[in-house]
């Protein structure tokens, strides 16, 4: 069954300290790997994506195959970089096409 | 182009009513698809639909229904309405159904059941 694993519910760290959000996903096959942020009081919207390899707003993430992770890592917080973010998964195939499965969020404080 | 509107912004309902909720998808885009968001945890697909055909429903009771309009809006339906139903309903839209597919999401309609 695919699931998304978001270890940490919160995350404080201060600003210009590296960030390292984690996520986990089961999936059998080669799921499509997103990252989704939400800053308060705007609607969710996507951050980046693994296909794309792209760094956005410093923000990086690696698709590890063998330990199934996709980690989503900034070298220097800043404070507006504080939101929630979601880590997600699609499907190729089948029951999975198309739809997303979110892990349950990391709220992510950076403080000044 | 304002993006994914939904409709309304807030609702209360009682138990046992039942509620209509309404998205409109960025201009172009035929897939729409529906989520439930339950407080403290990520969003859970409901729907999916496609050229006004469904195309994925998740783990969701038959009280959830939906349907697609040819304009490619998109309503979601929910019968007898239990408390666990409360929650942030969320609308995205995407030009396909593909894995690939950016979703671009709504402000959500936030519906409480009493």
């Known amino acids: 069954a695919q699931r998304v694993t978001q270890p940490e519910k919160l995350l404080s760290v201060f600003k210009g300290a590296p960030v390292e959000l984690k996520c986990n996903y089961s999936?059998?096959?080669?799921?499509?790997l997103f990252w989704y942020v939400q800053y308060s009081r705007q609607r969710l919207q996507l951050l980046l994506r693994?296909?794309s390899r792209e760094s956005i707003k410093g923000f990086t993430a690696d698709l590890n195959k063998g330990e199934t992770s996709f980690h989503l890592k900034k070298p220097f917080a800043q404070e507006e970089d504080s939101a929630m973010y979601y880590c997600?998964?699609?499907?190729?195939?089948?029951?999975?096409?198309?739809?997303?499965?979110f892990g349950r969020g990391t709220q992510l404080t950076v403080w000044p | 182009d304002a993006g994914v509107t939904q409709s309304p912004t807030h609702l209360i309902k009682t138990r046992g009513q039942h509620v209509t909720l309404r998205c409109s998808p960025i201009s172009g885009h035929k897939s729409v698809s529906w989520y439930q968001q339950v407080l403290g945890q990520g969003p859970q697909f409901i729907f999916q639909?496609?050229?006004?055909?469904?195309?994925g429903r998740g783990n969701f009771p038959d009280r959830f229904s939906a349907r697609q309009f040819p304009n490619y809006s998109s309503e979601l339906n929910v019968n007898a309405l239990l408390l666990g139903d409360s929650a942030l309903y969320l609308c995205?839209?995407?030009?396909?159904?593909?894995?690939?597919?950016?979703?671009?999401f709504g402000p959500g309609t936030r519906l409480t059941v009493t």
């Open positions: 693994h296909i």
């Open positions: 995205a839209s995407s030009p396909g159904t593909g894995g690939y597919y950016e979703q671009y």
């Open positions: 999936y059998s096959g080669s799921p499509e």
């Open positions: 639909y496609y050229e006004k055909e469904e195309r």
């Open positions: 997600a998964l699609s499907g190729h195939r089948g029951s999975t096409l198309g739809r997303l499965y």
